[in-house]
């Protein structure tokens, strides 16, 4: 391990502490260690990497190297051989990754002995994803219920650590009861975290799944799904949109369009979607014909 230079309070301010141990009172320095010594972070929150964008990380870190040092933790065991020593990544594992797939023997380290608890180490990787917008909103909703569940922090607390409110840190964690599925969209980008919450507001199942296959498939935008619900509320009797599902799906093919049918007390609305002037033209032909 070579030592290079010091950073002075670099990435010593992610956690915040009140004690004489403070990572703002450190500081810290940078050395050389070798990627084989370095392993992932079990309690990482991020669990999907986009393998495309790492191959282009790659190729950037062959031309220029890492440019930015990771965060790590020294791990130190006993064998026969004497002391192992090993690291443990706290923050970037896409550089990581990336070196990996460069081929570079060695990465630049900020080396962290004061984060050796795996609660401090979640903290950290939570943090720095959350600072990086590396994390969709599923990602920080487990992490979230972890420290909750398992190391007994409070909402407050949480909110804390991260820069949110005690409420954001509490809607974020409420996006974990949806199903599956949607959790998953979210995951893959196909919702955001305001059409998720959006999907919460609707406490009959059968209206939610409704709401979410039509989000998918275009028929209805963000705003239209807080209508949605809004009105769902307010009319629980007229939740049976369900039953124009398969003619929606009739019309969306004929039209190759996304089409909602919104279904009221007093009569309702068929909504037809377009994206440009080509496409509304094309939808009147198929109408007109």
Do not use: C, W
Request: proline share 4%; net charge positive; charged share 30%.
């Amino acid at each position: 391990m070579k030592k290079l230079f010091g950073l002075g309070k670099g990435l010593g301010s992610l956690i915040p502490a009140g004690d004489g141990n403070s990572p703002r009172n450190q500081k810290e320095n940078v050395f050389y260690v070798e990627v084989n010594k370095i392993k992932p972070n079990p309690n990482q929150p991020r669990r999907d990497f986009d393998e495309e964008s790492i191959a282009d990380l790659a190729r950037s870190v062959r031309r220029y190297g890492i440019l930015q040092p990771l965060l790590v933790a020294k791990i130190e065991d006993n064998s026969p051989r004497g002391l192992d020593v090993s690291y443990i990544l706290l923050a970037g594992e896409r550089r990581l990754r990336a070196a990996q797939k460069a081929g570079l023997p060695h990465v630049p380290v900020i080396i962290r002995d004061d984060f050796n608890e795996d609660k401090t180490r979640l903290e950290v990787a939570l943090t720095e994803n959350i600072q990086r917008e590396d994390l969709n909103a599923i990602e920080q909703a487990e992490a979230y219920l972890k420290l909750q569940k398992e190391y007994g922090l409070t909402q407050q607390e949480i909110g804390e650590k991260v820069s949110k409110s005690r409420v954001a840190v509490a809607n974020i964690i409420r996006l974990l009861s949806l199903p599956e599925d949607m959790k998953q969209a979210v995951k893959d980008g196909k919702i955001g975290y305001s059409s998720a919450r959006g999907l919460l507001a609707f406490s009959d199942a059968n209206q939610q799944r409704l709401a979410f296959d039509k989000l998918i498939s275009g028929a209805v935008s963000k705003d239209d799904l807080e209508k949605m619900a809004s009105q769902a509320k307010k009319n629980p009797k007229t939740r049976n949109e369900g039953r124009f599902l398969e003619l929606e799906k009739n019309l969306s093919r004929t039209l190759q369009t996304p089409v909602a049918i919104h279904a009221g007390a007093g009569g309702g609305r068929i909504v037809v979607r377009f994206a440009t002037l080509e496409d509304l033209n094309k939808i009147a032909k198929s109408i007109i014909d």
